[in-house]
């Protein structure tokens, strides 16, 4: 049986401090203006909810909406689907589903997994090489597309997935300024107060 614990209208995301894709997601539920809280743990057994037994990782997120419907999700993919399609009806951080736009952004998501967790060859390739190689693509890109963000002319998902990665560029022992464009990126993304709380809350340093 599910019990969650939560009133109507607020979010729970459990995640491990300092992940990621912890920090993605937080990110986005700041800039949805959802209220919400985060919570920090090292694995799902730290959860001391009766609904957690379902999942077997992190991250995992409880939601009761305001019409009292109860949802969970665990992982980035599911959990940020579900963010978006349950508070971005006007699409202010998406675009339509079948859309150029929207493919886009899933191409992107596609090449961070492929480039930081699972190209062939890279396996046991170290941070640095893999960051730098991201690095470099996302400054080709963004000087020839001369957009804003990566995707289409907005901040979307594409952004929120690969800034914690770029915020890591010291944890590469990487200097971010030998990339402008990238630089450029980095800041305008930090301009946003969301994306400072929601880095904060995981414990990530931007």
């Not at 491990?16 to 920090?40: F, N, S």
């Not at 022992?173 to 993304?189: A, I, K, Q, V």
């Not at 946003?192 to 809350?201: A, E, L, Q, S, W």
Request: glycine share 6%; hydrophobic share 40%; with cysteine.
């Amino acid at each position: 049986m599910n019990v969650f614990h939560e009133q109507k209208g607020s979010i729970a995301l459990y995640t491990a401090p300092r992940a990621k894709e912890g920090a993605t997601i937080a990110i986005l539920i700041e800039l949805l203006r959802q209220p919400h809280c985060i919570h920090l743990v090292h694995t799902v057994k730290d959860i001391k909810r009766d609904d957690a037994s379902a999942y077997t990782s992190l991250p995992v997120l409880f939601d009761v909406t305001s019409e009292g419907k109860k949802t969970s999700a665990s992982g980035l993919t599911d959990i940020t689907r579900y963010l978006l399609e349950q508070y971005d009806s006007h699409h202010n951080f998406s675009y339509k589903e079948g859309s150029k736009d929207a493919q886009e952004v899933k191409n992107w998501i596609a090449f961070l997994g492929n480039t930081m967790h699972g190209e062939k060859g890279t396996a046991e390739e170290g941070f640095t090489r893999k960051a730098l190689r991201l690095y470099l693509h996302l400054e080709e890109h963004l000087q020839k597309a001369q957009s804003l963000y990566l995707a289409g002319k907005k901040c979307t998902l594409a952004d929120l997935v690969i800034f914690p990665y770029v915020v890591a560029a010291s944890e590469a022992n990487l200097d971010l300024e030998r990339f402008p464009e990238l630089t450029t990126w980095h800041n305008r993304l930090l301009a946003r107060p969301g994306v400072i709380k929601g880095m904060k809350d995981v414990h990530l340093e931007t």
